[in-house]
């Protein structure tokens, strides 16, 4: 199975920080990557597919990207309502994973 | 407008068997594969199975194979998950969620149900 390791799993920021969280693939996994943002309560929402492809709907503040192993979620500019949980997923092959995910909390 | 409603959740002893429901709405459901996410209380998502467009092809965590039993009605417009010999460690809320995109297999997950917790425990 391809783990996925994302770092930090906390960070603290505040409103108009950028924050960059990193998913690491355990091997290759072409562009097969997702991230999810999820508030407490909430079910998750997608925010980035295909690596770096922006699902409608969601603010241009997000943006992610890939080196090799290696992706980004990057927040440009964080907002009071970004504060939440994120998680990236892979789809390159069954069983698809999660990472463990990262606390995104005010400062 | 997609909507997913969960149901089938409860209390159940271990080794018992329960049966999750996912209807669907809003969208052309025969065209899209649908999939099952967990999260334990408190903890990470868990990728727990998948099923294609059609039905004909199933996906599965190692952890459930052989207890669980993904399916869908295509003509009802809902998908199932037959959970049996059920474990302490099953305990989470279960997620249906709707592929984004209608190629036939899962991939990216959108929308999501608001999902139904299974508690296993005696």
């Known amino acids: 199975d391809i783990q996925m390791t994302q770092s930090p799993s906390s960070v603290s920021a505040s409103v108009g920080d950028r924050v960059t969280i990193t998913c690491r693939a355990s091997?290759?996994?072409?562009?097969?990557l997702a991230w999810y943002q999820q508030k407490p309560g909430e079910a998750p929402r997608l925010l980035i597919y295909?690596?770096?492809r922006l699902q409608s709907g969601v603010p241009s503040r997000f943006s992610g990207s890939a080196s090799g192993t290696d992706f980004t979620l990057t927040i440009s500019s964080l907002q009071p309502e970004d504060f939440a949980t994120y998680y990236c997923?892979?789809?390159?092959?069954?069983?698809?994973?999660f990472g463990q995910g990262t606390k995104l909390e005010i400062k | 407008e997609v909507q997913l409603l969960e149901s089938g959740g409860g209390l159940v002893q271990p080794g018992g068997s329960l049966r999750l429901s996912c209807a669907a709405s809003?969208?052309?459901?025969?065209?899209?594969?649908m999939t099952w996410v967990r999260q334990a209380p408190g903890k990470g998502l868990e990728w727990v199975s998948a099923?294609?467009?059609?039905?004909?092809?199933?996906y599965y965590v190692d952890s459930v194979k052989g207890r669980f039993t993904i399916s869908r009605d295509n003509s009802k417009n809902m998908m199932h998950l037959q959970m049996n010999s059920l474990r302490v460690e099953d305990t989470a809320l279960y997620y249906c969620?709707?592929?984004?995109?209608?190629?036939?297999?899962?991939?990216?997950?959108?929308?999501w149900g608001q999902g139904t917790l299974v508690t296993v425990s005696s």
């Open positions: 969620a709707k592929d984004k995109a209608p190629t036939g297999t899962a991939n990216w997950f959108d929308p």
């Open positions: 809003g969208f052309m459901f025969s065209s899209y594969a």
């Open positions: 099923i294609s467009a059609s039905g004909g092809t199933a």
């Open positions: 091997q290759g996994i072409s562009s097969w």
């Open positions: 295909d690596a770096t």
């Open positions: 997923q892979q789809a390159n092959s069954f069983p698809y994973t």
